[in-house]
């Protein structure tokens, strides 16, 4: 593997800091219910396992794995649907978590195909929102920052599966 230069744009302590405000909100709004949170495969890990375990609702997960990137650093517009949900949604509270949201058409897909399965509420929250790449009207519900157009790695966002362990949000130079 060739050694790319990374900056960090975003520090340990700052994602830290803003997940357990994300989580605290999660819980404020959703006191008193269960809610199902689907990650989206692979990059949401990280994000979605920090956010859980700061929250106090009971929650349970199932993941989903879509693909539109392969290996390089741009979308290639065709969404790969690899892996689907294990149970049902029907009826649930069902919060979508992403670690990156892009272009939107793999969330616009991943919202109209849950949609259909009759969730009680469907939203989506991302630890990143690009909205200057946006191709298709939707937004995320709730956001923990909002970056420029850059290629980012860490936190479980990856270059060709690499750099997804970095403890904070990298730029490759």
């Not at 997940?19 to 994000?47: N, P």
């Not at 009826?91 to 009680?120: H, N, W, Y």
Request: proline share 3%; glycine share 6%.
């Amino acid at each position: 593997m060739m050694e790319l230069q990374i900056e960090e744009l975003i520090s340990q302590e700052d994602l830290e800091k803003r997940i357990q405000e994300m989580a605290e909100e999660l819980d404020r709004v959703y006191a008193g219910k269960e809610l199902r949170m689907v990650g989206i495969l692979k990059g949401s890990v990280y994000f979605l396992c920090e956010l859980t375990k700061r929250m106090k609702t009971p929650v349970t997960l199932d993941f989903l794995s879509v693909s539109s990137y392969g290996n390089g650093t741009s979308s290639t517009g065709v969404i790969h649907f690899n892996k689907d949900l294990d149970e049902s949604i029907e009826g649930l509270d069902v919060i979508l978590v992403e670690d990156i949201m892009d272009t939107g058409r793999t969330l616009s897909f991943l919202m109209d195909v849950l949609q259909e399965r009759k969730p009680a509420s469907l939203k989506v929250i991302t630890l990143l929102d690009k909205p200057s790449r946006r191709l298709v009207s939707i937004e995320p519900w709730m956001t923990g920052f909002t970056i420029p157009d850059r290629f980012v790695v860490g936190y479980g966002l990856d270059y060709a599966q690499n750099y997804r362990n970095l403890p904070y949000i990298g730029v490759i130079e």
